[in-house]
């Protein structure tokens, strides 16, 4: 495939949408908002926003760049603007990555599917606490059903992806992501009419030291920097891919700036959603998938109009999950188009193809596999995998970009640099190149570290 046959995104605002979609996810929903509480509201948000900036924009900053100058996915990207053979070793990370995250990331998707039909329907409507907490616990262990609504994903996914770039990935992720922001504000709005807005508000951003205390400062930097740097997917070639689709017309570090206030709006305003909700109706808000799949369901049922609210609430969520498994098969895709030369329907009926058999594993966990644990008692497949991607691929391949743009052996810092300040918008701040380097590289090397101390 040469650079002049690359395909291109049409507009600036399909990359940023297409961009902030594959970044944007179930993390967004169901930990930010938590951990904000969590950690003493706005004192969390400050961590955070700094620990964006210093970890993640960078990063992502250098993957659009490397996409852009090479026109190439991480399959070819360090072949193309660096002689030296050692870092070639490294391409796979934009394969493995992106498939095993879509492994259990389908599975899940499938579940969101599942919960808008079924409460549009009015399936859960009758049921009581306890009995949704049933439902949900029941689902997983029906692989069946779980695989149909995991294959709806694939085939919505595969159907998208196969209309091409501009015609299908951009036009549809677009308009699911404008129709994500609207809900967001839609529901944002309702909830601030709850008689419970004051608590759920004061709970998620009043700042509470005495709340930072009884967790940890240090836990609460540790969390706050994990979450900076994972919510923007770098690391795994992602952002890479798109960054090939643009043109030269518009610096990347604006471009960066734009996809982390999208993406930390969508996180933000989740809360906003959440929290006057659990605290009007009295239901204590977790974190994880049962805030999801047990805890809102149960306030929707409370709430007048609660089929209504739930339905757009599970479309939302719906579209995130959505817009994240199109951009991630598009990656998927388009490493196999650059790596082994195939055409675009090639590489896209072989993967998902293989797509279909992959998310096995994950829906057989819950339950004919159940046995399988990973961690210790009360693990499933889906952690190993999430492990996998969030705790290894994720932060080492992120690391080694970061080495490969300021290291003279790899592209090197100056080169990076021109390429990201090409077009009008913001310029790359050149005088962090010392922090960029010595620091941040140990910053990462905590974030690993961490990570495997928490599993063991």
């Not at 643009?246 to 989740?270: Q, W």
Request: glycine share 10%.
């Amino acid at each position: 495939m040469s650079k002049q046959s690359r395909d291109q995104l049409a507009t600036r605002l399909g990359f940023l949408l297409l961009s902030a979609g594959c970044a944007i996810g179930l993390g967004n929903v169901w930990r930010f908002p938590y951990i904000v509480g969590k950690y003493g509201g706005l004192l969390f948000l400050v961590a955070y926003f700094f620990f964006l900036l210093a970890v993640s924009l960078p990063i992502m900053v250098m993957e659009f760049s490397a996409g852009r100058a090479s026109q190439k996915t991480m399959a070819r990207c360090y072949h193309e603007l660096s002689p030296n053979k050692t870092w070639r070793m490294f391409s796979w990370f934009g394969y493995a990555g992106p498939v095993i995250l879509m492994m259990f990331y389908i599975p899940l998707a499938g579940w969101l599917l599942s919960y808008c039909y079924n409460i549009a329907i009015g399936t859960l409507a009758p049921l009581t606490p306890q009995e949704v907490g049933s439902y949900f616990g029941a689902m997983l262990q029906e692989p069946l059903p779980m695989y149909f609504w995991a294959v709806i994903v694939t085939v919505i996914s595969y159907i998208i992806c196969a209309l091409g770039v501009q015609k299908g990935i951009e036009r549809y992720v677009k308009l699911m992501m404008l129709g994500l922001l609207f809900l967001i504000i839609v529901l944002a709005g309702h909830s601030l009419t709850l008689s419970g807005v004051k608590e759920g508000l004061a709970f998620y951003l009043a700042p509470d030291f005495s709340k930072i205390q009884e967790a940890g400062f240090f836990n609460m930097l540790n969390d706050a920097m994990n979450q900076a740097f994972f919510t923007l997917s770098v690391g795994m070639g992602g952002m890479m891919i798109f960054g090939s689709y643009l043109n030269k017309d518009k610096s990347l570090t604006g471009e960066a700036l734009c996809i982390g206030a999208l993406d930390t709006f969508v996180a933000f305003m989740a809360g906003i959603i959440i929290f006057p909700a659990c605290f009007t109706f009295g239901v204590e808000p977790n974190a994880g998938p049962s805030l999801i799949f047990i805890t809102l369901p149960n306030v929707f049922n409370e709430m007048n109009g609660g089929e209504f609210w739930g339905t757009l609430f599970f479309i939302f969520m719906a579209f995130a999950a959505l817009t994240t498994v199109v951009g991630v098969m598009e990656s998927i895709i388009a490493y196999s188009m650059d790596a082994l030369h195939w055409s675009r329907k090639k590489s896209i009926n072989i993967n998902f193809g293989m797509m279909i058999f992959l998310i096995l594993p994950c829906i057989l966990g819950f339950n004919v596999w159940s046995f399988i644990a990973p961690f210790g008692e009360g693990t499933v497949v889906l952690d190993l995998l999430d492990f996998i991607v969030s705790n290894n691929i994720l932060p080492l391949g992120g690391l080694i970009l970061l080495l490969f743009c300021t290291r003279s052996s790899g592209w090197g810092f100056d080169k990076f640099v021109e390429e990201a300040d090409t077009g009008t918008g913001v310029k790359f701040p050149k005088a962090i190149r010392f922090y960029l380097t010595y620091i941040l590289p140990f910053i990462i090397g905590i974030i690993i570290l961490q990570g495997y101390s928490r599993f063991f």
